[in-house]
């Protein structure tokens, strides 16, 4: 990832990038945000932790 790259949620700076596509089903990003959406350690964090729930329940309907 480019060197700068700040959080597309809040100003922090930016340890990992998702697709939009990927990062919208967990946080309210822009529609403008296509391509790539940045997240701060915290906000990564917190999407990690909502995809293992999403993960969780995925594996509980089979
Ligand atoms: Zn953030």
Redesign the pocket.
Known sequence: MSKGEK??????P?VRSLSASEASKYFEVEAEARGRVY??????KEYKKRSEEVRELERLRW
Request: aromatic share 8%.
């Open positions: 959080c597309s949620l809040c100003s922090e930016a997240l701060c350690k915290r906000h990564y």
